[in-house]
């Protein structure tokens, strides 16, 4: 693989993983609250 590709599709990917890895975390966090507020109902 040109090195010139691989300097340009990695952060571009670190970037994916990263914008990934914090929206589950969002959704997870939703997900838990919702929970918590049908157990106390």
Do not use: C, H, K, Y
């Amino acid at each position: 693989m040109d090195l010139r590709l691989a300097l340009v599709t990695f952060p571009i990917l670190l970037a994916l993983g990263w914008a990934t890895f914090n929206i589950s975390r969002a959704a997870i966090g939703q997900v838990q609250m919702l929970l918590r507020q049908r157990s106390q109902e």
